[in-house]
């Protein structure tokens, strides 16, 4: 594996601060907003957020010929199901555990490239993989008991790591000739209008403004992780090896828990201390290349 460059070190490690450091913010949203609604508005603002940016920049809202279906496959697995899974997972388990499962998605890459695409896993690699993932048993270990009583929290968790999965290699392994942001932007203009339906239909019109703390998590939620998170994602899947980009999500659960400690006074245990220093092991094997001998 050749070495990764600066650049996508740092488009990792900014992508990986700040989906890391939302997972607080949709405690706070989410205490005064139902979830529906909550997405409805974060993708709302996405969408504003990227064509204003689109206009600014000039760039070019086409849609190469004959990728019209890879790009509402794309758009379904990455955000419109990732959103639905997620909002089902946390109707059964806490918001903490459901995103630990869900960021199993880096696991469902290596076996989905692994058994349907032949790809290759190198020693390094899959040494990362195992790590990676035992980081991720570490994360969940404690929280087994509330697994047992709710199997559907488990499923749809799983279930949204898997789609997220097939979606990473939906974009890999399409070619976005002349698109730049307007992948993203298409992707969330067509999961927007389920959504809002959903919304609308589950969550009913809102009762009440929510306070501006809350207001102010959300929007930021749609703004900076929706629009530009996203799109930092979608360059790296370009820029990486599938297996590579998929792994490089362990780290974020990690920073949810960090984050969750500084800002809302979270306990850390030992097992998510090991958990975190599992992960940048596996980062570390799987971004690094060995030296030559």
Known sequence: MTRVSPKVLALLATL???????WPLFK???DELPVLTFRAVVLLTATVVLLAIMLARGESFAVP??????????????????NIATSLAVLYIP???ASVLAYTMPLWVALIGFAVFGQRLTGRLLVAILIGAAAVVALMVPNFASYAHAPAGLFWGLFA????????FVV????WQGMGLSLTFWQVVITLPPIVLGALLIDGLPTRW??????????????VPMALGTVAWFALVKLLPAQVAGLSAIAIPIVAIVSGVLILHEPLSPLQALAIASTVLSLWLALMPARAR
């Open 161 to 168: 790591g898997f789609c997220w999965a097939v979606g990473t």
């Open 65 to 82: 010929r004959g990728k019209w279906p890879a790009l509402v496959a794309a758009s379904a697995m990455n955000l419109f199901i990732w």
């Open 172 to 175: 890999k392994r399409t070619s």
């Open 210 to 223: 929510p306070s501006t703390q809350a207001l102010a998590a959300t929007i930021y939620t749609g703004a």
């Open 16 to 22: 990986t601060l700040v989906w890391g450091t939302n």
């Open 95 to 97: 918001s903490g555990h």
């Open 28 to 30: 706070i949203a989410l």
